[in-house]
């Protein structure tokens, strides 16, 4: 039969399929719930319930997306009617059975809307979640209400309090869809509208909240809640799922006054700016229209802990991939760690047997440059040391083809050195990961002095395909990540001098929302690494320069850090304990510099570090090194565990009330 066309408003269209009217929200790019959107629906229910010719409804998306969420983009502006919990309780109300038809991604507000229809039909493909807490925020429209009455109120805390979001498959087991349609979405959901038809409408907020016993409900908060350090909304929809076995008005109320309180908060607006700034990140000024190169196959130069991970990385994503080692039985050592960590991945149901057999195939190793000739792009991943860098790059510019890309994962080293060796300096191109590869997110992409545009999108493109959170960077020793990182450890240690002892500030950085304070870190890091770089810098060092001596005296003490037993901390049975030892130490430094120490606040801590790390941030837009601000706050907060409820060191140095 031809479907009529309906607009009941710029963004919400219906077609009346046979006697059933089909409502399509179609508000690219992600079909956000505007003011607009939120009106045309009001419109389609009235429609709805005052044509005694529809038998039923159905709520689709246009596009890839069901719908993205309540628009970000209206949360710093006063509410506009009709607001999103009255359009879904109309929905609920319904006499008629309604079901949702989700086509894609039905996430925050977008998932909201399918819990008040009677019924869900998803797509395999579809992604469903409430990730309000990853905007500082929790539901607002009945998601923490109405979701742990469908699943029960430990899987609604799981799913609530950690912002993810489940596949089809999952959401289908924990009872949040009804049934998974491959077929199309909504012609399945039309087959249930008939199905329904005449039934009493299963409405989601009149069931009773699963029974559950106490002890799921503590693990699963346990859980979210050691995770959200600092944070307030994932304690905030906590406390509302856990309090969902009421009457659904009251626990509605309750709800919407959290969120709107939230909403405005300095949390919500920095993983705001934290949501846009990733959004910004890919838009690099100079690339607009430059299309990357094909690749296909990457060669990684390199199987240590880093080249694994990144092999691994680069086989997820569906590349081939040629590894490169020194000899024969140093690639088969890279191969056997390569494929340690994709059984891994398959123990832990992040692959399945498929997926592994296919990535195994994908992969070979060998000791010989010349099989990295059909490479599109290779990664080198070897011991951070110039000579052999260049030794490297010399020998794999002859063997691959002119078009194919080098690219060299150096941390401290300057790629354009390298690049300089190189017959093509401008296929060059830094690609820095952080370890573990296959997990870490950020990956900074070096643009070297030669390096052709295209070579660059190409570096970006392959970051996306490897679901990297790419950031471009200039060269200056370290990027812009280990630049701020460094200038964050120096203010550290200038703190420890005037004053400061490590556990104070190592509290005053973990009550701020860091994981681990800096101390720690470097504990449990090893000390030796960094120590053996000072001696080396040690004859350039301008001497008018400030330098704190208290890391060196540690180390030649023996303190290396964790694995030696003792470091900033001492570590009896393995507890990090404060050391009187490293006091006196730190002490005796002070004494030497004839430093008078004084005390400090956890906020005067925490402040003299943003105000560095921003500082330092400042000289890297200055140079050129960084684009914008929002891409230093991703690198720190995505690579250094800076907490991205502040929203990164520069937002957080600017919006610090002083
Ligand atoms: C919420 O719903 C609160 C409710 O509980 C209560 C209400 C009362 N708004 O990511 P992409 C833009 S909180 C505005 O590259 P993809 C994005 O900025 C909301 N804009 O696409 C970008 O714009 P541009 C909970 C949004 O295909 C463009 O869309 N929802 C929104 O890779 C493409 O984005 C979320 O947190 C939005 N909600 O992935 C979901 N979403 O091109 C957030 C996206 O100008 N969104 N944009 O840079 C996502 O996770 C992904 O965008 C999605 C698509 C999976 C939907």
Request: one cysteine or more; proline letters at 5%.
């Amino acid at each position: 039969m031809e479907a009529a066309a309906i607009l009941f408003s710029d963004t919400v269209r219906g077609e009346v399929q046979g006697d059933i009217l089909v409502v399509i929200i179609d508000n690219p790019p992600v079909n956000a719930l505007s003011a607009d959107v939120r009106s045309g629906l009001v419109a389609a229910l009235d429609r709805a319930r005052g044509d005694a010719g529809i038998l039923g409804l159905v709520i689709t998306g246009a596009g890839r997306t069901f719908i993205g969420g309540a628009d970000i983009r209206e949360f710093g502006q006063p509410p506009v009617e009709p607001i999103l919990p009255a359009v879904i309780e109309r929905i609920e109300d319904l006499e008629k059975p309604t079901v949702a038809a989700l086509n894609g991604a039905a996430l925050g507000g977008g998932l909201e809307v399918a819990l008040g229809c009677h019924y869900r039909v998803a797509s395999s493909a579809a992604q469903m979640g409430l990730p309000e807490v990853k905007l500082g925020i929790v539901p607002g429209a009945g998601g923490t209400q109405r979701l742990p009455r469908l699943i029960g109120i430990p899987a609604a805390i799981d799913l609530i309090g950690s912002g993810r979001s489940v596949k089809a498959k999952e959401a289908h087991e924990l009872g949040l869809i009804d049934e998974i349609a491959d077929a199309g979405t909504v012609e399945a959901a039309l087959a249930a509208v008939r199905r329904l038809a005449g039934q009493d409408p299963r409405r989601t907020g009149q069931l009773a909240v699963p029974a559950t016993d106490s002890a799921a409900v503590e693990k699963a908060k346990t859980r979210i809640l050691a995770k959200a350090r600092g944070q307030h909304a994932p304690a905030q929809a906590i406390r509302l799922v856990e309090a969902a076995a009421r009457p659904l008005a009251e626990g509605m109320a309750d709800e919407r006054a959290t969120f709107l309180k939230l909403r405005e908060s300095s949390e919500a607006a920095a993983f705001r700016h934290v949501f846009f700034a990733e959004r910004q990140a890919s838009k690099v000024e100079d690339l607009e229209g430059v299309p990357p190169r094909l690749v296909e196959t990457i060669g990684i130069a390199g199987l240590g802990l880093m080249g694994s991970g990144i092999a691994v990385a680069a086989l997820g994503a569906g590349y081939r991939v040629i590894g490169l080692d020194r000899d024969d039985e140093a690639a088969a050592r890279g191969r056997e760690r390569i494929l340690g960590l994709l059984q891994k991945n398959l123990y832990t149901g992040r692959i399945d047997q498929t997926a592994f057999d296919a990535q195994e195939n994908r992969l070979s190793v060998t000791a010989a440059d010349a099989d990295l000739a059909p490479c599109d792009l290779v990664i080198e991943a070897v011991f951070d040391d110039l000579d052999v860098k260049i030794d490297l790059f010399r020998r794999l510019d002859k063997v691959i083809r002119p078009d194919a890309i080098l690219a060299t994962n150096t941390s401290y080293l300057n790629p354009d050195e390298i690049a300089a060796a190189t017959a093509r300096p401008e296929r060059v191109i830094g690609l820095h990961f952080f370890s573990p590869a296959h997990v870490m997110r950020l990956l900074e992409v070096v643009r070297c002095a030669r390096t052709a545009p295209d070579v660059l999108a190409t570096g970006l493109a392959v970051a996306k395909k490897l679901r990297k959170l790419a950031i471009v960077t200039g060269v200056t020793e370290g990027f812009i990540g280990n630049s701020i990182f460094s200038a964050y450890r120096r203010e550290a240690e200038f703190l420890l001098e005037d004053g400061a002892l490590p556990h104070e500030i190592d509290a005053a950085l973990e009550d701020y929302g860091f994981p681990m304070g800096l101390f720690a870190v470097y504990d449990m890091a090893g000390l030796e690494i960094a120590w053996a770089r000072r001696k080396r810098q040690a004859v350039t060092r301008d001497p008018s320069e400030r330098y704190v001596e208290i890391a060196d005296r540690l180390c030649e003490a023996g303190r290396l850090g964790q694995k030696a037993g003792r470091g900033w901390y001492a570590y009896p049975e393995g507890k990090r304990q404060v050391d009187p030892v490293v006091t006196e130490i730190i002490a005796q430094c002070r004494t030497s510099k004839t430093v008078t120490p004084r005390s400090f606040t956890a906020t005067e801590i925490v402040d003299r570090l943003l105000a560095a790390m921003a500082a330092e941030g400042r000289k890297l837009l200055e140079d050129g090194i960084a684009a914008r601000e929002s891409d230093i706050d991703l690198v720190m907060i995505n690579g250094y565990g800076f907490p991205a409820h502040k929203g990164g060191p520069m937002f957080a140095a600017a919006h610090t009330p002083r």
